[in-house]
């Protein structure tokens, strides 16, 4: 039933959406934007995030997941979800290697909130941050088991594998979804 239930909240959200054709046009040009690739099929997409979709929601982690889902479908990125709840997006591939935990990556970051809000740039720096996988946040160790060398991808971290309920005081609120946009060197 419950089944029966969401695919219907799917098709009514699908029907509204097909109903106004500049809706897409919109979230293509926004796509187009934050240089990421089009989605062809929007539905497709929809269809796919709302897998996750947590229906009346009560933890604040049912909240975020929710939130990531609708910002993805506003946003027309093509998110892959993990079993953590991390969302990924590669958004250029590169030609390298995978990466290997035990070297010193070099990558070039932005990081930003939902609203667009920048917290912290390698790229304002000038130079990129010096790591092994491992010594960053939950969210950045788990995803960069995804990407190679010079690829770029989008990670978008809910707070409990970004900073949780203790925030990074003068940086990030408390218990805030986070966005990066990184290039791995």
């Not at 960069?144 to 991808?153: F, N, P, S, T």
Request: hydrophobic share 35%; proline share 4%; glycine share 8%.
């Amino acid at each position: 039933m419950k089944n029966i239930l969401l695919l219907l909240f799917l098709g009514l959200i699908v029907a509204c959406k097909k109903s106004d054709s500049n809706a897409i046009s919109d979230l293509s040009d926004k796509a187009s934007e934050a240089n990421v690739p089009k989605i062809t099929d929007q539905n497709e997409l929809t269809a796919r995030l709302f897998q996750n979709y947590i229906p009346n929601p009560i933890v604040l982690g049912h909240h975020e997941e929710n939130t990531i889902i609708d910002y993805a479908i506003e946003y027309n990125l093509d998110l892959q979800r993990s079993q953590s709840g991390l969302y990924y997006m590669v958004t250029k591939n590169g030609t390298g290697e995978s990466l290997d935990r035990l070297e010193t990556l070099s990558v070039d970051y932005k990081g930003s909130f939902l609203d667009g809000q920048t917290f912290d740039s390698s790229y304002d720096r000038g130079i990129p941050i010096k790591f092994k996988i491992g010594q960053m946040m939950a969210g950045w160790n788990e995803g960069l088991r995804y990407l190679k060398h010079g690829d770029e991808a989008i990670f978008i971290i809910p707070s409990r594998l970004g900073y949780g309920k203790k925030g990074f005081p003068g940086y990030v609120p408390a218990d805030k979804i986070l966005r990066f946009d990184i290039k791995v060197h």
